[in-house]
């Protein structure tokens, strides 16, 4: 199975439970990682993955002051038409929401990281908050998503996270199907749960 990069920044933050600074680094998804898109509608719930290969993600670190670090150099692209929902006719219709034909790629620009002074360990899970820009249909948003990590070895860990999204902040239109029968409600729910290797 493939994966996707849509929120894989932030397996970025992983590194710094063993360094404190990362330069020129590089992340590895590994094959056990999962994402999943979530949505609703006023007939029945939805979920959409992405289908897609990527190459290691380089990306650079800088401390500025206890806890808090910024990304330099580091974007990340996910293709439109690599979301699959599991069925045509709502591919087509999501693709087209997104506008894809004009903006084919989502671009994820992770900015900052904060890492409070203790980290909030339990069961081995540790609490952070990462930010960054996204580029969704031609509009960019600044986001903020809790992290929870867990390293699983040397340079090995997880990652998860949950985010509820407005697609009408991006100013994009929930997508309808059977002429209109079918709406999607704005709000979409992206859950991630990431293994990652990094070098």
């Not at 996910?78 to 599991?86: E, M, Q, S, T």
């Not at 009408?168 to 999607?184: Q, S, W």
């Amino acid at each position: 199975m493939r994966y996707p990069v849509r929120f894989t920044f932030l397996l970025l933050v992983l590194t710094i439970l063993l360094s404190g600074y990362a330069d020129r680094e590089r992340a590895y998804i590994l094959e056990e990682s999962e994402l999943t898109l979530i949505g609703t509608s006023n007939i029945k719930p939805f979920s959409c993955v992405c289908d897609e290969d990527f190459e290691p993600i380089t990306y650079e670190l800088e401390q500025h002051c206890d806890g808090h670090y910024i990304f330099k150099g580091t974007r990340l692209r996910i293709p439109v038409r690599a979301l699959d929902c599991g069925n045509r006719i709502m591919n087509k219709d999501l693709y087209e929401a997104l506008k894809a034909d004009a903006y084919p790629e989502i671009v994820i620009q992770p900015e900052e990281l904060h890492l409070p002074l203790a980290l909030n360990a339990v069961e081995g899970w540790s609490d952070l908050t990462a930010e960054a820009s996204v580029r969704l249909a031609g509009r960019s948003r600044q986001i903020s998503l809790p992290v929870r990590v867990k390293a699983l070895g040397k340079a090995k860990f997880r990652i998860q996270s949950r985010k509820t999204l407005c697609m009408r902040d991006f100013g994009i239109t929930p997508p309808t199907a059977m002429g209109g029968l079918i709406k999607v409600e704005e709000e979409i729910d992206i859950r991630f749960d990431l293994v990652v290797a990094t070098q």
